[in-house]
């Protein structure tokens, strides 16, 4: 054996108890009591729990948006990845008009080769259906391993908007794929609306940007690519579920049987839209925007009763510098905050303080996401599977600080957050990245997750 870890409490979706883990070759190769293997890596993890890595399904790295491109390379956002858990990252690569998926999703893979240090995997952003060809390469993008696609219902100057007939030919064609369509849903059209007249007003303080797109912006873009995706008969997954109407759209699909997923992110369950009348609140401008009290206390509710289905960050930071650009006009701030390093962290401690369960977290952050976007080898301690281990102390205590985090960013929405309980170790296939405070990994270590069409949940 390459490693075995001693004694912690092991932590699945269905069940914790105490026992041993053998990794040999980047896998898990045994779980049982008192394991003995040939190896000089033993790790006492008495008292700690042994959790499956995170996957953080939703990240933008080095994305050119909002004027320019956000904050954290592909070395620095896995780094802090991994210092948070976080074994896979997600990204979402665009493509724009004239550019072919593969091309996009290639050229990515070429800097991850060198800077990952988790494994990573894409779903890809489809911007424009260049006269069809677009349907046709899905298939040959599913056979790469790229079985998940995004569209934006958003985004209409930034050149990334679909409209409504290319949301309905791209969930025909990943059904027919057994691939699977992603969604940003906010109603671009109330937003133009609302901002042409807050500005008109000189209503520009950041706070104009959460009333530009307040709750019904959101919950009737939820409701129309639901409602396409059902009478389609097709799967769907709403990224960054922030309001209680769209989610409450979704629950009712998923009760009558269709394939909905939900994903919400730790920031909408931490801040409210009160957060964008401080002075500093252009800092936590992201799209869709926190709401009000009553869609954050539904969105908990979903997290307890099992109706979301993952917890993922929308990670995409930007620097001070470039938040100021919208000080006096809330339309000119970058969207987007920082959150990867923080997810895993953030719902382990809701675990450690009694919200919920920690296999219920596991069940968020890791099984879920691994089983809907189809990675085998992950989501889970068991044997056979990617040895992608955290080690957690739920008596360490720990404040974020923009100064203890690995990005490049240089503020974080997270400040001052304290904490109880906190991962120690991570491992990605067995190598250690992480320890105890320090990032000890390597660029280039992260592998690309070669994914599978549909598999049953
Ligand atoms: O504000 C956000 N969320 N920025 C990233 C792009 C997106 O919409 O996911
Ligand atoms: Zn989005
Ligand atoms: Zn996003
Ligand atoms: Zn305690």
Not at 126 to 155: H, P, Q, W
Not at 159 to 170: E, H, I, P
Not at 248 to 272: D, M, N, R
Not at 381 to 402: C, M, N, P, R, S
């Amino acid at each position: 054996m390459d490693l075995l870890i001693k004694n912690g409490t092991i932590v699945t979706a269905k069940e914790s108890f105490v026992a041993d883990i053998g990794v040999e070759g980047g896998k898990i190769v045994a779980i049982g009591k008192d394991l003995v293997g040939e190896t000089d890596k033993v790790v006492d993890a008495t008292g700690k729990l042994v959790l499956p890595g995170a996957l953080d399904v939703h990240t933008h790295l080095a994305m050119p948006f909002g004027g320019t491109v956000s904050a954290d390379s592909y070395l620095a956002g896995t780094r802090a990845a991994a210092c948070g858990g976080v074994t896979t990252i997600f990204d979402y690569p665009i493509q724009h008009k004239g550019e072919t998926i593969l091309g996009v999703i290639n050229s990515k893979k070429e800097i991850l080769v060198n800077e990952a240090c988790v494994d990573y995997a894409f779903h890809c952003c489809i911007t424009d259906l260049n006269g069809g060809e677009i349907l046709e390469e899905m298939e040959r993008a599913v056979e790469a391993g790229i079985t998940s696609f995004k569209c934006f219902l958003v985004y209409k100057k930034e050149n990334m908007m679909v409209d409504d007939g290319t949301l309905a030919r791209l969930l025909l064609r990943a059904k027919e794929l057994g691939a699977i369509i992603n969604v940003h849903a906010e109603n671009p059209d109330l937003i133009d609306l609302n901002i042409e007249k807050f500005l008109a007003e000189g209503k520009t303080s950041a706070w104009y940007h959460y009333l530009s797109r307040p709750e019904f912006v959101e919950a009737e873009a939820d409701k129309r690519a639901v409602h396409w995706a059902t009478h389609l008969e097709a799967p769907i997954y709403i990224v960054h579920m922030a309001d209680k109407e769209g989610l409450e759209a979704c629950i009712e699909a998923k009760k009558s049987g269709h394939e909905v997923y939900v994903e919400t992110c730790p920031q909408y369950l931490e801040f409210t839209c009160d957060v964008y009348k401080r002075e500093d609140g252009r800092n936590f401008v992201c799209s869709p925007p926190m709401k009000g009290k009553e869609s954050q206390e539904a969105l908990w509710e979903a997290i307890k009763t099992g109706f979301i289905d993952t917890v993922a960050t929308d990670h995409c930071p930007f620097q001070s510098y470039e938040k100021d650009w919208g000080k006096d006009n809330f339309t000119k701030i970058p969207n987007g905050c920082a959150g990867v390093e923080n997810l895993y962290p953030y719902m382990l401690d809701a675990a450690n303080t009694g919200k919920l369960s920690f296999e219920r977290v596991v069940e968020l952050c890791s099984t879920n996401p691994a089983k809907i976007f189809g990675c085998k080898e992950k989501g889970s301690l068991a044997i056979g599977k990617d040895a992608d281990i955290v080690i957690y102390d739920k008596e360490k205590d720990f404040t974020v600080h923009v100064e203890n985090m690995h990005s490049d960013y240089d503020h974080t929405i997270w400040e001052g957050k304290e904490l109880h309980g906190y991962p120690v170790q991570t491992y990605v296939r067995g190598n250690l990245v992480y320890d105890h405070g320090d990032f000890v990994g390597k660029p280039g270590l992260g592998r690309f997750v070669k994914r599978e069409a549909k598999i049953n949940l």
